[in-house]
T-cell receptor
Framework: KAGVTQTPRYLIKTRGQQVTLSCSPI?????VSWYQQTPGQGLQFLFE???????NKGNFPGRFSGRQFSNSRSEMNVSTLELGDSALYLC???????????FGSGTRLTVV | QQQVKQSPQSLIVQKGGISIINCAYE??????FPWYQQFPGKGPALLIA?????SEKKEGRFTISFNKSAKQFSLHIMDSQPGDSATYFC????????????FGEGTQLTVNP
């Protein structure tokens, strides 16, 4: 059974640019969540999508957005990148978004 | 009220010893408490999880103890091995609201051979 796949694994972007990250959940999982991991702030919840609808949203500015497609794959977009957006972005999936979340290996974003 | 406090920040134990990591929460809406293990360059991996209707759950060498009245829970790793050296995160989720895990700050565990 394939795990959660995140692409790309590494990204380097310039301040002011925008970026799109992709997440393919485990087959059959309808809930996809996104988290930001930094040394200073730890793991912070960004948002959750369930059956193409955003069900929960964390305390991040509107520059952070996401969407989920009918096949449960999800994308996350960050516009007008800032240096502080440098982080490991993690995607997690679960069947119903209640428990048993499986994380991908993440996308390491560096903003220069 | 959304925070989960985790301690210690770092922990060094000898091979064969017991590793204990503690977490405390405030939000009584939390009803799912997982522990994750993370190795460098990898995403967190679910180790074990508990719901507040039980006080203890054991899976192999890993045990969660849960104290609902104190709003505290802990992870015990018995017979710790060098391969257990990793960062451990506790988390909590109000599962009736879907997925929005609140994580502790993490504990860097080192098991010396």
């Amino acid at each position: 059974k394939a795990g959660v796949t995140q692409t790309p694994r590494y990204l380097i972007k310039t301040r002011g640019q925008q970026v799109t990250l992709s997440c393919s959940p485990i087959s059959g999982h309808r809930s996809v969540s996104w988290y930001q991991q930094t040394p200073g702030q730890g793991l912070q919840f960004l948002f959750e999508y369930f059956s193409e609808t955003q069900r929960n949203k964390g305390n991040f500015p509107g520059r952070f957005s996401g969407r989920q497609f009918s096949n449960s794959r999800s994308e996350m977009n960050v516009s007008t990148l800032e240096l502080g957006d440098s982080a490991l972005y993690l995607c997690a999936s679960s069947q119903a978004g209640i428990n048993g979340y499986t994380f991908g290996s993440g996308t390491r974003l560096t903003v220069v | 009220q959304q925070q989960v406090k985790q301690s210690p920040q770092s922990l060094i134990v000898q091979k064969g010893g017991i590793s204990i990591i503690n977490c405390a929460y405030e939000n009584t809406a939390f009803d799912y408490f997982p522990w994750y293990q993370q190795f460098p360059g990898k995403g967190p991996a679910l180790l074990i999880a508990i719901r507040p209707d039980v006080s203890e759950k054991k899976e192999g060498r890993f045990t969660i103890s849960f104290n609902k009245s104190a709003k505290q829970f802990s992870l015990h790793i018995m017979d710790s091995q060098p391969g257990d050296s990793a960062t451990y995160f506790c988390a909590a989720n109000p599962s009736t609201s879907g997925s929005r895990l609140t994580f502790g700050e993490g504990t860097q565990l080192t098991v010396n051979p």
